[in-house]
């Protein structure tokens, strides 16, 4: 369910890698150590361990590489009943890995 700031606010996995884009060659942004965040939109990326190819968009609380933490997350770390989550909005990026 999305609160009134239009996202998803949810338990999540802690110590995952944020990566710039929905790929897991894509840049290390960040270390997600909460495990209950923000997510602010999906995008299809890399298939991954929850049989799907879906990406939610986070910051990261530790920062990697240069980077300000923001990036993505795969969907199976991200505790939503389904994904992607009904009603948050796809990023609709055009990234590279």
Same mark, same amino acid.
Not at 13 to 33: A, F, K, M, N, W
Not at 58 to 84: C, D, L, W
């Given at each position: 369910? &999305?609160?009134?700031?239009? %996202?998803?606010? #949810?338990?999540?996995?802690?110590?995952?890698?944020?990566?710039? $884009?929905?790929?897991?060659?894509?840049?290390?942004?960040?270390? &997600? !150590? @909460?495990?209950?965040?923000?997510?602010? #939109?999906?995008?299809?990326?890399?298939?991954?361990?929850?049989?799907?190819? *879906?990406?939610? %968009?986070? %910051?990261?609380?530790?920062?990697? +590489? $240069?980077? +300000?933490? *923001?990036?993505?997350?795969? @969907?199976y770390e991200v !505790?939503a009943s389904v994904?992607? @989550?009904? $009603? &948050?909005? %796809?990023?609709? &990026?055009?990234l590279s890995p």
């Amino acid at each position: 369910m &999305l609160s009134d700031d239009q %996202r998803l606010h #949810c338990d999540n996995t802690p110590g995952v890698e944020v990566h710039r $884009g929905p790929h897991y060659d894509s840049p290390v942004t960040g270390i &997600l !150590q @909460a495990s209950h965040s923000w997510f602010s #939109c999906w995008e299809h990326g890399d298939p991954h361990a929850g049989d799907n190819d *879906i990406w939610y %968009r986070t %910051r990261g609380n530790v920062f990697k +590489n $240069g980077f +300000n933490g *923001i990036g993505f997350m795969p @969907a199976y770390e991200v !505790q939503a009943s389904v994904h992607p @989550a009904p $009603g &948050l909005q %796809r990023c609709n &990026l055009q990234l590279s890995p």
